[in-house]
């Protein structure tokens, strides 16, 4: 490891479920032969953090640990692999290793395949989320074309995710119907110039996501709340459905009427980007992540509200957490 680097870094860290998270110095990490560090630019805090933070993500990992699961920044240093050296000096989004600290610290270890280069005119603080939302949407967008859906249906619409949707699924051609909670949201959506949206707490609802849903043949949905709504969509759509649910965001259990099951052939299942990425090959993953670049501004681009700190973390989260639709808060190192 070069002698410029710092001996001790600043880490946001986890050390126990359910606490807010500490401020803390700690040595940097060691490299593995085909691992990389990445000086951290900035890191998002996503929906999957917030879980992760509170024991409900589908990944654990040994306490202490810095949080965070993407973020931008540039490779300082490489391990032994050869094929490495042209990776030093380079600018990148980066994705958590499985094993240790995540991206809200100064410097992260993670192996190279978890680092897409970022583009000239791709700056840091997008870079830092073009992962886990950019590429669920892509994920999500396809399961519908090789479904052979004619329409499909969001939930959460007017998240930095359903935005993403929005727009690539009219870059795709696919009539899109949007399900959003909230009055303000509906304006965000049409702000967008998104055809259809519907607003699921309005009381013709059920009736609008019915008539829609069939006259569109929406035979897919892309749901990121769960709870009662998973199965207000089955009720809704046309028999011999699938919702997709990839979100819980209601915190609470899908609940669904077995008779959708049983007598309408509906299908519930789920989507998780760590699936999606065991089964997509690394060529296919570095052509989606170009194409995604090269469209960013257009397609996947993301809003912050906020940046803060690491040391101010809390504030961070429980700022995110009171207005989650105004966009993504930012953390980045002290300065
Ligand atoms: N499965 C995967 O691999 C994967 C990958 C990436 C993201 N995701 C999921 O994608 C979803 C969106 O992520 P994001 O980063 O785009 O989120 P985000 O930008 O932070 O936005 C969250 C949105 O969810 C809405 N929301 C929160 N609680 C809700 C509820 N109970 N019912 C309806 N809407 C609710 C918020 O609306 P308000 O302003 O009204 O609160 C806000 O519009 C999350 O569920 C995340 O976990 C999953």
Known sequence: MPTTLPATMQVVQLTEIGRPPLVVQKPLPMLGDTDVLVKIAAAPINPSDLMFLQG?????????????????????AVGKAWWLRPYLGQRVACGTPDDGDGTWAEYMRTPAMRCIPLQPKVSLAQGAMLIVNPLTAWGLVELSHTGRHAAAIQTAAASSLGLMIVRHARRMGLPLINIVRRAEQVAILQAEGATYILNSSEPDFMNRLADLSHQLKATIAFDAVGGDLTGTLLTGMPNGSRVVVYGALAGDRVYVNPAELIFRQQQ????????????????????????????LHADFRSTVQATYPFSRVNAALAHYQRQMSAGKVLLVPDA
């Open 56 to 76: 409900r993500y589908g990944l654990r990992k040994p306490l202490p640990v810095a949080p965070g699961f993407e973020g931008s920044g540039t490779i300082v």
């Open 268 to 295: 519930v299942e789920g989507f998780w980007l760590s699936d999606w990425f065991r089964v997509t090959s690394l060529p296919r993953l570095l052509q989606i992540g170009s194409q995604i670049q090269s469209t």
